[in-house]
């Protein structure tokens, strides 16, 4: 018999993990062994990820948000063997699962592991860990720290969308150097973005050229915005044409390093980040995950 594990977050999201716990085990029993890991703080997640790949296991459910599954990802980024991954997306924001598709609703999520089907999706090295959505530095890492957990709670997605409008009028600029595969910038900037996926902020669609697999990073540096600059950015980002903005510098890369002139506060894949300076890699197609289609 094959082998199964989920790694289970019972805080993520609206703490219901536990209650699909059951429906999980059920899909999988009769092709898998399996066995349920919960973690019960930070780091655990990893830890079971790495084992997982040490033991050779075939399939490892990620029951979570987008802080478990990017913990998982930093147990298996580069380990020699790594298991198909299934996600179902528990946590608040859901990122990555919309990016690539996924049903939202728990109980789809776990229709999907009857008949697997697959995709290798790219991965984002920075410094010494991993990413599978987003780098942000400047005005939307801090918005997401000023977001409190009854707001994401209350209003989701947008909670990060309404904060990081509001904190980009108050944001300073700060001077950075960004060296890319073929390009240098020294600007001075309000927002840099690093994205793997098209999906910002749970918003899906809002880097058209972007696809989870393209072996590409997409790299935005937000000049200064006025309000009626940052309004507008806004309905682009909703219309996926963010990239014909002219405060905007874009392009595609494999390689980016990054230098600013002062302490910033980093944000990857939705929590705290390194600090500068950041060297970032893809690693194309490194993860096997169960799709929808
Ligand atoms: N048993 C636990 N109790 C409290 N916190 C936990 C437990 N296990 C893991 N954590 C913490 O949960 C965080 C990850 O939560 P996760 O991202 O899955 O949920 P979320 O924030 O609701 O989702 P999203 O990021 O999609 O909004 C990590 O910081 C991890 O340290």
Redesign the pocket.
Known sequence: MKQARIIL?????TEKARTFKEQVVDVLKDRYDVFVE????????TRFAENACIDEIDLLVIM????????VVNGLAEMEYRPIIGII???????FPRAIGLPLRPKKAIELLKEIKTKHVDVGKVNNGYFINLINIGALAEATYNVSAEQ?TKFGSLAYFLEGIKTLQEEEKFSVKIETDNESFHEQAMLVLVAITDTVASIENVIASADVNDGFMHLFIMRELNPKEALSLARAAVRGEIEAEDQIIYCKTKKISITADKKLTTNVD??EGFELPLEIEILPKQLEVVVDE
Not at 64 to 71: A, L, S, V
């Open positions: 977050n019972p805080s993520s999201g919960e973690t019960e703080g930070e780091g655990d997640a979570g948000g987008d802080g478990t599954i990017n913990e997306p528990l946590g608040t924001v859901n990122n994401k939705g929590d």
